[in-house]
T-cell receptor, first 113, second 112 residues
């Protein structure tokens, strides 16, 4: 079946702009995660949804970052007033409720000029 | 805070040789340890995982070992092939939080 998909695959924006990154999880997966991967580093946890609610948002770096999952499926990561340091690959993963395994999407490469 | 250390950062082996990558975790509540392979520009792909009630798990040429006392776990790849070349990440998580804490990655190069 279809895996996790993310759009756009690449996003270039200017410093100070607002961006939205979208994640479509595997059908039936109630758990959804966002990670950020900087060049040469492992993914860093941002936020975890179980259904519609954010169960753990401890990884969001500051209040410019926000994520929603209004219907318990698609999720959107929103970044306000982007900064050059926000440039990274943003990965989404999904999994079954109570399950350990996470399946990753291809990521969105965000470049802030 | 929670931390996973991974070594080495780069590893070059001759085709057919074995490769070993080691990780150490800090959170004693961690009970699930997946390994992901990531090719350049691609998504991380799960290659093997182990839970804390098991000491070793094998899948064809890939094996993972876990030492809970020492908080160490390792990935072993035997009979390496050029297509094994990629970056490998270890991770640790615990039931209840589910978030993964990743290591910094190991770039494996298999030389033909």
């Amino acid at each position: 079946g279809a895996g996790v998909s993310q759009t756009p695959s690449n996003k270039v924006t200017e410093k100070g702009k607002y961006v939205e990154l979208r994640c479509d999880p595997i059908s039936g997966h109630t758990a959804l995660y966002w990670y950020r991967q900087s060049l040469g580093q492992g993914p860093e946890f941002l936020i975890y949804f179980q259904g519609t609610g954010a169960a753990d948002d401890s990884g969001l770096p500051n209040d410019r970052f926000f994520a929603v999952r209004p219907e318990g499926s698609v999720s959107t990561l929103k970044i306000q007033r982007t900064e050059r340091g926000d440039s990274a690959v943003y990965l989404c993963a999904s999994g079954l409720a109570g399950g350990d395994t996470q399946y990753f999407g291809p990521g969105t490469r965000l470049t802030v000029l | 805070g929670e931390n996973v250390e991974q070594h080495p950062s780069t590893l070059s082996v001759q085709e057919g040789d074995s490769a070993v990558i080691k990780c150490t975790y800090s959170d004693s509540a961690s009970n699930y340890f997946p390994w992901y392979k990531q090719e350049l520009g691609k998504r991380p792909q799960l290659i093997i995982d182990i839970r804390s009630n098991v000491g070793e798990k094998k899948d064809q040429r890939i094996a993972v070992t876990l030492n809970k006392t020492a908080k160490h776990f390792s990935l072993h790849i035997t009979e390496t092939q050029p297509e094994d070349s990629a970056v490998y990440f270890c991770a640790a998580s615990s039931s209840g939080t589910y978030k993964y804490i990743f290591g910094t990655g190991t770039r494996l190069k298999v030389l033909a």
